[in-house]
């Protein structure tokens, strides 16, 4: 994708005002409060959910659609938007969480300018701004707001997966407009909508959890993998990622790396983690390569890692089922759930993990099998990988690849999480729910 074959089609951007220094208070207990305010109802319903990189750009359809000069803002910043297909938009801003099971709440509707400024009127958390103009499809636009750093839980929203695998205007680091890897594009920019309905991965990789976490009431801080790029201070028990967070940059592992031998919990709800390793530059990404083939496999501080693509199988709960998997009782299983892509610790480096569930085989298999792996740190920090990356869009039955999920299903994945994020409030959690090896140490 070259940059000027997106910045040649932006309507109506601007530059991006100094803000104002500003104080936004968000005491404990903030997103129960929030929680407890009317949502909106239908919200989305006017926005047919698209899945990102499924080449729905090349449909002939008449959108509006939009991107933001940067993926996060804190109290007091602004973010410009910037307009492709229409000179101008109605613009509606919603705050994503559960609102009594309305699923966001809209905080302003704007329009005329295109710039947003997060102000205590915008509490922390993922923003989807939908676009709306006449005669033009409606598109939604990414954008996080960060809160201050004390939180239970900071939650990781992975826009560098999502703009990898971004397929607006042609290429993304997979493939070329012909759809062939043998034309992907070395580098891509942030300088572009996202296909699909333009909120990249987040409807379905990252909401549901999103809003679980909410309805639970849980404080939480909200980054991108960008802002954790920039190594920033986290003063949270738990790091959570959802579920699909392939491409890591070296200071993203790093400060994860640093936070598991501070003590801070490692919380995956994906597969395929951190198997990518990327380099910015500005709003530019550059380059992909598996970590492993530099001898930095991510089983070293995941404990699993991915091993294979495609599959659909079922999730065994182990007999002597512990925390989280004792909430579905034991020898429990979870059809269909590993997959698209899934993790195993099989054959891999790292540290000894314990084997919470793993995948159903056949008598003929032989070789690996997908499972979701827990260990602890010698800080006391549990570092928890569900080793597929099914797992959230279960949650909402929302996956692509055709994969669904029947309601006894769903609920078991939904009692799992609730079980795991209840607890991700506890520091160190690994002192309280200690691993039992099943495989050990592996050099």
């Known amino acids: 994708m070259k940059l000027a074959l997106v910045c040649a089609l932006v309507i109506g951007g601007m530059t991006p005002a100094a803000a104002p220094a500003a104080q936004c208070a968000w005491q404990s207990g903030w997103a129960k409060v929030e929680n407890a305010k009317v949502g909106n109802k239908g919200w989305d319903r006017d926005v047919?959910?698209?899945?990102?990189?499924?080449?729905?750009?090349?449909?002939?359809?008449?959108?509006?659609?939009?991107?933001?000069?940067?993926?996060?803002?804190?109290?007091?910043?602004?973010?410009?938007?910037?307009?492709?297909?229409?000179?101008?938009?109605?613009?509606?801003?919603?705050?994503i969480g559960y609102y009594n099971g309305a699923g966001a709440r809209l905080i302003q509707r704007i329009k005329s300018a295109?710039?947003?400024?997060?102000?205590?009127?915008?509490?922390?958390?993922q923003y989807l701004v939908k676009l709306k103009a006449p005669g033009r499809v409606s598109t939604f636009v990414p954008l996080m707001i960060r809160g201050s750093s004390k939180s239970e839980i900071t939650f990781v929203s992975s826009v560098l997966t999502w703009q990898a695998y971004n397929q607006w205007g042609g290429s993304s680091l997979y493939k070329g407009a012909d759809g062939m890897r043998e034309s992907k594009a070395n580098s891509v920019s942030f300088d572009r909508p996202y296909d699909g309905d333009g909120a990249g991965q987040f409807r379905y990789m990252e909401q549901p959890l999103v809003q679980m976490i909410e309805q639970l009431g849980i404080d939480v801080n909200y980054l991108t993998d960008i802002d954790l790029d920039k190594a920033p201070k986290i003063d949270s028990a738990s790091i959570i990622f959802g579920g699909h967070s392939e491409f890591w940059t070296q200071s993203m592992r790093d400060v994860i790396e640093n936070e598991i031998n501070q003590g801070t919990n490692l919380l995956i709800f994906g597969g395929n983690t951190a198997y990518a390793k990327t380099e910015l530059e500005g709003r530019v990404m550059n380059n992909r390569i598996p970590y492993r083939d530099i001898n930095q496999p991510e089983s070293k501080f995941i404990g699993s890692q991915f091993f294979s693509l495609g599959i659909k199988k079922d999730l065994e709960v182990q007999v002597d089922s512990k925390w989280p998997f004792n909430v579905l009782g034991t020898t429990a299983v979870i059809r269909g759930i590993y997959g698209y892509e899934a993790d195993t610790a099989m054959g891999t480096k790292g540290p000894g993990v314990e084997v919470l569930a793993r995948a159903s085989i056949s008598p003929t298999e032989k070789g690996f099998v997908a499972m979701s792996t827990y260990y602890t740190a010698p800080s006391g920090a549990a570092v928890l990988n569900l080793?597929?990356?099914?797992?959230?869009?279960?949650?909402?039955?929302?996956?692509?690849?055709g994969h669904t999920f029947d309601a006894q299903s769903v609920q078991q994945i939904r009692l799992v999480t609730a079980a795991i994020v209840k607890q991700a409030g506890r520091k160190?959690?690994?002192?309280?729910?200690?691993?039992?090896?099943?495989?050990?140490?592996?050099?």
Request: overall charge positive.
């Open 428 to 443: 160190e959690m690994g002192n309280w729910r200690p691993a039992f090896i099943d495989i050990p140490t592996r050099n």
């Open 387 to 401: 080793g597929t990356n099914a797992w959230v869009c279960a949650m909402a039955n929302r996956c692509p690849w």
């Open 48 to 95: 047919a959910l698209r899945f990102s990189a499924d080449y729905s750009r090349r449909k002939d359809a008449q959108r509006v659609e939009g991107y933001f000069d940067q993926t996060s803002i804190s109290c007091g910043q602004s973010a410009s938007l910037n307009l492709v297909g229409a000179k101008s938009a109605d613009i509606s801003l919603y705050r």
């Open 114 to 125: 295109t710039q947003i400024t997060a102000t205590q009127a915008t509490p922390p958390g």
